[in-house]
């Protein structure tokens, strides 16, 4: 059967992609054993060069997306928000079709993301900004890292104690290693501290669990949908070409083209698309 061939996914897209892939297995890997670090019988130092390993990562995770999101306002155009938000007029239409074609015979194509893609990448953006912003708040509160870190151990410092000198916030089951650290800090403000901290490591293990839930419901989809020989997704992720057996319902109109990168949706095998384009 022949395929309908277009290139969607710009080189920014992909590499922003892979980027957030690598950085999320790595986020998730050191971010369970520091949390795990008590069964796993972790040590101050495992702890504190786990902790850096896990900032200086998640520094990158937040570079990439805030440059994702910039590219989601100014980049090509299945790149663009307004066609991945699902707050765009018409979307409840295209996702109870979407839904209804699951179940049937046809299930619509799209160039971009389908309107479950959709809802999951607003998703992910979403307990991505959570997970990001409450990280940074955690590394300052934790190892006193940039960008709230000095101004962290400067507040809760002892007054005889210089801010640099204050020891890492350990976990509790570092007795002894917990103890000296409270013994460089004020414990007025220490306290102050805890009680902004505490609500946030809630909020953060819980985007955690969720982070995974989301994903693992993500890879079954793309693997389901590889499958089913819906869409190549896999290797779109890689070339940015998607191939499909029928033309993609959300083909862009003819004054549309002219808002998509060089790159973007060239045919470049099997019939011609009947649209206003190549008439």
């Known amino acids: 059967m022949s395929l309908n061939e277009f290139h969607v996914w710009g080189r920014s897209v992909r590499v922003f992609h892979w980027i957030n892939f690598i950085s999320f297995l790595l986020l998730i890997f050191s971010g369970s054993v520091v949390h795990y670090g008590m069964e796993l019988g972790l040590s101050l130092d495992g702890y504190v060069l786990l902790k850096k390993i896990h900032t200086l990562v998640g520094y990158i995770f937040i570079a990439n997306l805030l440059w ?79 960008p709230f870190g000095g101004a962290i151990s400067q507040y809760i410092a002892a007054p005889e104690v210089d801010p640099s000198e204050v020891k890492p916030n350990v976990p509790g089951f570092m007795t002894s290693l917990r103890a000296e650290m409270l013994a460089t800090v004020n414990p007025v ?82 019939h011609p698309i009947k649209t206003e384009a190549n008439k």
């Open 189 to 270: 403000t220490y306290t102050k501290m805890l009680a902004v901290r505490n609500p946030v490591v809630t909020m953060h293990i819980w985007c955690y669990y969720l982070l995974l839930l989301l994903a693992a419901l993500h890879i079954a989809a793309v693997v389901l949908s590889e499958i089913n020989l819906d869409v190549n997704i896999i290797s779109a992720t890689f070339t940015g070409k998607k191939s499909f057996r029928d033309i993609p319902v959300d083909l862009p109109e003819e004054e549309k083209w002219r808002q998509i990168d060089t790159q973007s949706l060239n045919k470049v095998q099997t």
């Open 68 to 146: 994702r999101i910039v590219w989601g306002w100014t980049g090509s155009y299945y790149a663009q928000w307004r066609h991945i938000l699902p707050f765009r007029q018409g979307y409840a239409r295209s996702f109870l079709e979407y839904i209804r074609g699951m179940f049937g015979r046809h299930k619509p194509s799209f160039l971009g993301h389908n309107p479950l893609g959709r809802l999951a990448v607003s998703l992910f953006i979403v307990l991505f900004i959570i997970q990001g912003s409450s990280g940074l708040l955690l590394t300052g509160t934790d190892i006193y890292m940039p």
